[in-house]
């Protein structure tokens, strides 16, 4: 379950958002000043933080930069203030997003599912590893060809991995045996059966490269 801290010293705004977001799904956290705040959101760690831009104590930018310092939790502003001077300096602190007051809890909602869902992809992206027609999703150890999935073996994902990691490099074919090191009985013939697999595997032989037979590299 996503979590979400709300910072809002309203009670009426504050105890209707908690319900609201509690309603939809999400474990929901709440303060009515920043006192602590900073420290109680590390501890909570949520996936993104509302933040009304009037609290009292302590300047709102100030807050902001602080908490950025720190993580990078994605932060919506809410504020009475609605002018575009407001608006810039919320955007400027490293908000991701404004909510002027009063305002729709169905678009607090549909901003902040927005927020969380560019972030999944985002996360998700940065753990697919792409060349030319090939895909490899590096956490579940799926590797796609022309957009069908392949099965490979573990040892020829993580050969094939460090194959296009090294990118216009060479990895050298001891390199490839210590990656794949099962027992001592490994034999220098293995690494050649492994990437003759891949090589059909990924529906191109040209695709990985052998240097004078003790380097492979991708045939950029």
């Known amino acids: 379950m996503e979590k979400i801290y709300i910072v809002e010293d309203n009670f009426w705004i504050l105890k209707s958002l908690e319900l609201y977001l509690k309603n939809s799904w999400y474990e929901v956290f709440i303060q009515d000043t920043w006192l602590n705040a900073i420290e109680n959101i590390l501890e909570t760690n949520p996936n993104l933080v509302v933040l009304d831009i009037n609290l009292p104590w302590k300047n709102w930018i100030d807050i902001c930069k602080e908490l950025r310092k720190t993580v990078n939790i994605p932060i919506i502003m809410l504020t009475a203030r609605n002018t575009e001077i407001d608006k810039l300096e919320a955007f400027n602190s490293w908000a991701d997003d404004y909510m002027a007051k009063p305002f729709s809890p169905k678009e607090l909602l549909a901003r902040i599912k927005s927020i969380l869902r560019r972030i999944e992809v985002k996360e998700e992206m940065s753990n697919i590893l792409k060349y030319q027609n090939i895909e ?85």
């Open 136 to 220: 490899m999703n590096l956490d579940k150890y799926r590797v796609f060809v022309n957009w069908r999935e392949e099965f490979f073996t573990k040892n020829e994902f993580d050969m094939l991995k460090k194959i296009i990691e090294a990118w216009w490099n060479v990895v050298h074919r001891q390199d490839l045996m210590d990656l794949i090191w099962y027992s001592e009985y490994l034999f220098d013939r293995t690494i050649d059966t492994h990437i003759k697999n891949i090589r059909k595997k990924i529906k191109n032989k040209d695709v990985i490269l052998t240097v004078r037979g003790e380097w492979y590299r991708l045939n950029n």
